[in-house]
């Protein structure tokens, strides 16, 4: 958001440009500010926010709506196939992201045909105890607390990485160019995650993207953050009543780079994703 100056003649004229993006497009508005900058321009610009938040709000609210009515049509035996169908998804894409060589036809067969492919067994392993560990958080709405993260961390990595599954970090670890905080900080900061999430103000969709990324930003695992935090962003979805998000591996590059910027800048992206994947219930 920022403050333009144009000339007309001998005239100057200010205006308040907001830029965002829609889709693959980029939209500009702008606001008329007279031929002086208002004294209260930040109340200016705050106004304009609240304008878009509520405008945001909206939709969300909508995308919600149609959700709901859509799964509420759905008999029981229509939902199971659906979770399942989910699950098949979500799996194979959280799991790619972290490096899984199991293609989504393979996920299928592990998860619904129960047939393990010619692939690596941790791979295998991990994609049938994620699918559990998933369909399990659809079905149960528990408290979001550190029992729960450790629990998922520790049914999804029990059988592959029985070292560290369920338990917080004891080194330093980086993500490429980002040190994570130092592994005595993560208990203090995971109660701290913990308290943002129960507070229970706001906005649900809000708050899972900022969980998300500051889940991500603790990390504290020693490994398998990304697909703990992929859970914990949509069990506050899910449970809130709204659509889920899956990450596609495919896009993962823009996520990895949204994850790079501060939280304003991840929680943008993820809104975009977030309205791009369920466009057709905006409709």
Known sequence: ???????????????????????????????????????????????????????????????????QAEWNK?????????KEEIAIAFTYNTNAIEGSTITLEEAREIIHDKMAPNKPLRD??????????FLNMLNKKEKLDEELLLRWHKEVFRETKSDIAGEYRDYLVRVGPYVAPDWQDIKGLMKG???HINKKKGNPF?????????????HPFGDGNGRIGRLLMNHILWHSGYPMLIIEYKKRKSYYKALQKPEEGFVKYFTRRYLTAHRKRLS
């Open 1 to 67: 958001m920022r403050v333009l100056k144009r000339k007309k003649g001998r005239e100057e004229y200010f205006y308040l440009q907001h830029s965002f993006r829609k889709g693959s497009k980029v939209i500009t508005k702008e606001k008329y500010l007279g031929k002086n900058i208002p004294k209260d321009i930040e109340g200016v610009k705050e106004e304009l926010r609240q304008g878009f938040q509520r405008e945001l709000n909206a939709k969300l609210e909508k995308i919600k709506r149609n959700f």
């Open 124 to 133: 295998i392993k991990e994609t049938e105890a994620h699918s559990r560990v």
């Open 193 to 195: 995650l913990v308290e």
């Open 74 to 82: 759905l008999p029981e035996s229509a939902k199971e196939r659906e």
């Open 206 to 218: 809000e708050l899972a993207a900022t969980a998300h990324y500051r889940f991500e930003k603790i």
